[in-house]
């Protein structure tokens, strides 16, 4: 009798163990996919860029940092100060994705994967607390852009400048 009733037991252990992990499951997917746009849904700055950088980016790169004029003629004062280039707006980003410095944005978010060293950018690991939210936000970021290229604004080709897509809305 005392095995039947420990059987039970395990079994009701069992079952709500399974149930808190699938109610687990459920609910990150849940959160994953209220904070941020599908790979199916167009990613556009206002509905995802412009939210993931005020939370990854902004202490360094927001309204209180420097134009990418100014942050050019003190890079060394400024990375000082930890201040690197303004991306708190479109067309501030968009100097750093297909503008003066084209590129910029791409080769410091970069995973890595396709370059010659297979290192990430420098920024790549503030794109997240983990591996799987960093990949995560780097595939928003790709999306976004589209024509994802690592060469500088000298080395792009007019048909290259044009696969960035990169829309505001």
């Known amino acids: 009798m005392r095995n039947a009733h420990a059987r039970a037991n395990e079994e009701t252990e069992m079952n709500f ?21 599908s790979t199916t849904t167009k990613v556009t700055y206002d509905n995802g860029i412009r939210q993931l950088v005020d939370k990854r980016c902004a202490e360094c790169h927001g309204s209180d940092a420097p134009s990418m004029e100014a942050f050019k003629k ?3 004062g400024y990375k000082a100060k930890k201040l690197g280039p303004r991306m ?5 980003i968009m100097v750093m994705v297909n503008g003066s410095d084209t590129g910029a944005m791409m080769r410091r978010l ?7 060293d297979n290192q990430p950018g420098n920024m790549h690991k503030y794109l997240g607390k983990d591996d799987a939210e960093r990949a995560a936000n780097l595939a928003l970021f790709k999306n976004w852009v589209g024509g994802w290229n690592l060469k500088r604004a000298k080395d792009i080709t007019e048909e290259e400048r044009k696969s960035v897509l990169a829309p505001r809305n």
């Open 74 to 76: 003190d890079q060394e």
């Open 17 to 37: 163990a399974n149930n808190t992990l699938a109610l687990l499951g459920v609910s990150a997917l849940v959160a994953a996919c209220s904070t941020a746009p």
């Open 110 to 116: 970069d995973d890595g994967a396709n370059t010659k």
């Open 88 to 92: 708190d707006t479109y067309e501030n």
